[in-house]
């Protein structure tokens, strides 16, 4: 929603903004010339108001979402919003359950470093590209699609099925997973989804193109009939680009049908990651990037907040810690990023802090979440972070029963709450050469920051 607020306004708009509380984020909205409130009225909807956008953390009887269909003022949702500003523009959306961030935010790196000047709102902060949001250039200024509407990058999210109100030139699918179950019902429905959203991309004669897995994103399912130009990555030698990945030496490559295209080394560690990467590259070049500039991009790109962020050294008795902040909150997640980090960090410990996010989504994949930590030898659960859900859902599962279920499978893992006995237990118990990884879609990341005081940090990474 900042990222919006900040477009239009930047396009010319009068924006103001409502939160619960005030935060840094509002804060530099407010330094931007975009004011916003905190009492949660309907006192504080402008009078000179022309549309109301809501998030979809904003509940229908929000009060002044009752105010604005009392004045009888369009309303729309975050998405749809985003749909207006992607019609004019040459629109890349970035879907999968997993990595579109991440992607998004290489890719614009890559756009940038190119000449291409693209305009983004991404999900999390990369200060490389100027934070979540840019406005970018009305049109492609060099290369072969010069001349054609501005390039606008955004993230294509499926929850709600936000992403039909998309209206994507080129789209890209990293991923298909069971998740947000509450909506959906089932994979099946989840597939269906995107198969819709796959289908918003125009015909190859209008310049429609969708990059998709090859594996885990059931493609045959979701690309069937398509209009647009449809190609394959991934690490399967049958995919049209394929892609290697050295995860010790955090070295990846991609060739197109046998011709060899570009090598770099990533910033952040893991398999997942290089084909986060690599779909980012594949993109810049189908908007008229050349690789060597590509490869030179990725090299550089030094990753974003909360994404495999290394917070850096902490000192503790006998030495020092390591300290990472991660955003995931899905047990693929999850897994893959602990997995990449023990291999890339190889530590005497991991220890990982993880916050569930949603009590639906816990229990659903309570299960998966217990198979997820496997790389861990410890893992400590703060109270599920309650966001959504009804108050019923609420009482359905617990952080303790994850507990219990980790326990089951032979992991070391204890419930703790608040945040501030988190922080006193890792300063307890972390030694010289252990790994700590904080993790989740909620405030845990306020453990990260409070472990890491000013004053005790050793050696960035």
Same mark, same amino acid.
């Given at each position: /929603?900042s990222?919006?607020?900040?477009?239009?306004?930047?396009?010319?708009?009068? #924006?103001?903004?409502?939160?619960?509380?005030?935060s840094? @984020?509002?804060?530099?909205l407010?330094?931007?010339?975009?004011?916003?409130?905190?009492?949660?009225?309907?006192?504080?909807?402008?009078?000179?108001?022309?549309?109301?956008?809501?998030?979809?953390?904003? %509940?229908?009887?929000?009060?002044?979402?009752l105010?604005?269909?009392?004045?009888?003022l369009?309303?729309? *949702?975050y998405?749809?919003?985003?749909? /207006?500003?992607?019609?004019?523009?040459?629109? $890349? #959306?970035?879907a999968?359950?997993h990595?579109?961030?991440? *992607?998004?935010?290489?890719?614009?790196?890559?756009?940038?470093?190119?000449?291409l000047?693209?305009?983004f709102?991404?999900g999390? %902060? #990369?200060?490389?590209i100027?934070g979540?949001?840019r406005?970018g250039?009305?049109s492609?200024?060099?290369?072969?699609?010069?001349?054609?509407p501005? +390039?606008l990058?955004?993230e294509?999210?499926?929850?709600?099925?936000?992403?039909?109100?998309?209206?994507? *030139?080129i789209?890209l699918?990293?991923n298909?997973e069971?998740?947000?179950?509450?909506?959906?019902g089932?994979?099946?429905?989840i597939?269906?989804?995107?198969?819709d959203?796959?289908r918003?991309?125009?015909?190859?004669a209008?310049?429609?193109?969708?990059?998709?897995?090859h594996?885990g994103?059931?493609?045959?399912?979701?690309?069937?009939?398509?209009?647009?130009?449809?190609?394959t990555?991934?690490?399967?030698?049958d995919a049209d680009y394929?892609?290697? #990945?050295?995860?010790?030496?955090r070295?990846?490559?991609v060739?197109?049908?046998?011709?060899?295209?570009?090598t770099?080394? /990533?910033?952040m560690?893991?398999?997942?990651?290089?084909?986060?990467?690599?779909?980012?590259?594949?993109?810049?070049?189908?908007?008229?990037?050349?690789?060597?500039?590509?490869?030179?991009?990725?090299?550089?790109?030094?990753?974003?907040?909360?994404? /495999?962020?290394c917070?850096?050294?902490?000192?503790?008795?006998?030495?020092? $810690?390591?300290?990472?902040?991660?955003?995931?909150?899905?047990?693929?997640?999850?897994?893959?990023?602990?997995?990449?980090?023990?291999?890339?960090?190889?530590p005497?410990?991991?220890?990982?802090?993880?916050?569930?996010?949603?009590?639906?989504? *816990?229990?659903?994949?309570l299960?998966?979440?217990?198979r997820?930590?496997?790389?861990a030898?410890?893992?400590?659960?703060?109270?599920?972070?309650?966001?959504?859900?009804?108050?019923?859902?609420?009482t359905?599962?617990?952080?303790?029963?994850?507990?219990?279920? @980790?326990?089951?499978?032979? +992991?070391?893992?204890?419930?703790?709450?608040?945040?501030?006995?988190?922080?006193?237990?890792?300063?307890?118990?972390?030694?010289?050469?252990?790994?700590?990884?904080?993790?989740?879609?909620?405030?845990?990341?306020k453990?990260a920051?409070?472990?890491?005081?000013?004053?005790?940090?050793?050696a960035?990474?």
């Amino acid at each position: /929603m900042s990222g919006l607020a900040r477009l239009l306004h930047q396009r010319g708009a009068r #924006c103001t903004g409502s939160d619960a509380v005030p935060s840094d @984020l509002t804060e530099s909205l407010r330094a931007a010339g975009i004011p916003v409130s905190y009492e949660q009225s309907a006192a504080e909807l402008p009078g000179a108001c022309d549309l109301v956008i809501a998030s979809a953390a904003i %509940t229908p009887d929000h009060p002044e979402l009752l105010a604005a269909q009392q004045r009888g003022l369009d309303l729309v *949702t975050y998405s749809e919003a985003l749909g /207006m500003l992607q019609k004019d523009r040459t629109s $890349v #959306c970035v879907a999968g359950t997993h990595g579109k961030s991440t *992607t998004s935010a290489i890719l614009c790196h890559a756009l940038i470093e190119a000449g291409l000047d693209p305009g983004f709102i991404i999900g999390a %902060t #990369c200060a490389q590209i100027g934070g979540g949001s840019r406005i970018g250039a009305d049109s492609i200024p060099t290369g072969p699609l010069a001349g054609l509407p501005g +390039v606008l990058v955004s993230e294509a999210c499926e929850f709600n099925r936000s992403f039909h109100n998309h209206r994507p *030139t080129i789209g890209l699918i990293n991923n298909i997973e069971e998740d947000h179950l509450d909506i959906y019902g089932s994979l099946d429905a989840i597939i269906e989804a995107f198969a819709d959203f796959a289908r918003l991309v125009p015909a190859e004669a209008d310049g429609g193109r969708l990059l998709i897995a090859h594996d885990g994103a059931h493609r045959r399912e979701v690309a069937s009939g398509l209009r647009c130009r449809v190609e394959t990555f991934g690490f399967h030698p049958d995919a049209d680009y394929y892609v290697t #990945c050295e995860s010790r030496a955090r070295r990846a490559s991609v060739s197109h049908r046998g011709d060899a295209l570009a090598t770099w080394t /990533m910033s952040m560690p893991g398999a997942h990651m290089a084909l986060n990467y690599a779909a980012a590259g594949i993109l810049a070049t189908w908007l008229g990037a050349e690789w060597p500039a590509v490869a030179a991009a990725q090299q550089s790109f030094r990753g974003l907040d909360r994404r /495999m962020q290394c917070l850096g050294a902490k000192r503790v008795t006998g030495g020092e $810690v390591v300290v990472y902040d991660d955003y995931g909150h899905h047990p693929t997640e999850i897994e893959t990023t602990l997995r990449a980090l023990r291999d890339a960090e190889r530590p005497r410990r991991l220890i990982c802090v993880f916050q569930p996010h949603q009590h639906s989504r *816990t229990r659903f994949l309570l299960d998966q979440f217990a198979r997820s930590f496997s790389s861990a030898d410890q893992v400590i659960v703060p109270h599920i972070y309650f966001v959504r859900d009804s108050e019923i859902e609420k009482t359905k599962v617990s952080a303790r029963d994850l507990v219990d279920r @980790l326990r089951q499978r032979g +992991v070391a893992a204890r419930h703790l709450h608040p945040f501030e006995a988190i922080v006193e237990h890792l300063e307890a118990e972390c030694r010289d050469g252990d790994l700590v990884v904080i993790m989740g879609a909620g405030p845990v990341w306020k453990v990260a920051r409070q472990f890491m005081v000013p004053g005790a940090a050793g050696a960035s990474c």
